[in-house]
């Protein structure tokens, strides 16, 4: 194993919210995102919290700043992703990372479609920066689980394939996949 493989992961969480940013309610997407990881996953890992306004320059912008001056392995990002106008989170992404891995979004539509009919509204996606894979998800911290749950067994193989810190789950609390060597 690689010096570079043995380094803790470093997470970057982002909320995406004008009202949070300017503290008018709290941040609760954040902190559910935070829990989520330190329930499923075993390994070690740092993480970067951001609560930042809605815009596509502030979101692009940070999640440059994330990947390459942080080296952030994963960000995931709750907020932004609906139809409203002020909704850029997915367009910010893109130009932040703009290359896609489709499944992670359509995965976590066809799960949310089992609890609400509006899931098509969704705009969320994956992309990956160099080494960073970043990944839009839902405001609400229910959906959040609905959705993590949903693409989180791919994520560590993900890591590995584009030369992240390896992350390990706990397999009594959610297996991730990796192929057999």
Request: proline share 8%.
């Amino acid at each position: 194993m690689a010096a570079e493989d043995k380094r803790a992961a470093r997470i970057g969480i982002v909320t995406v919210s004008d009202r949070a940013s300017a503290g008018v309610y709290e941040d609760l997407s954040g902190p559910a995102i935070a829990a989520y990881l330190e329930r499923v996953l075993a390994s070690p890992f740092d993480a970067l919290r951001r609560v930042i306004p809605d815009g596509f320059e502030s979101v692009r912008d940070e999640l440059v700043r994330l990947a390459d001056e942080e080296r952030c392995d994963l960000v995931l990002t709750t907020g932004g992703t609906g139809p409203a106008p002020c909704d850029l989170t997915p367009e910010a992404t893109l130009a932040a990372a703009p290359r896609v891995l489709p499944g992670f979004g359509e995965a976590m539509r066809a799960v949310s479609l089992r609890e609400v009919p509006t899931a098509i509204l969704s705009r969320q996606l994956a992309a990956h920066r160099g080494a960073c894979l970043i990944v839009n998800l839902p405001g609400k911290p229910a959906a959040i689980e609905t959705c993590l749950d949903a693409i989180f067994p791919a994520v560590p193989y993900c890591l590995d394939l584009i030369g992240a810190a390896r992350l390990e789950t706990d397999p009594a609390k959610l297996k991730s996949f990796r192929p057999k060597s």
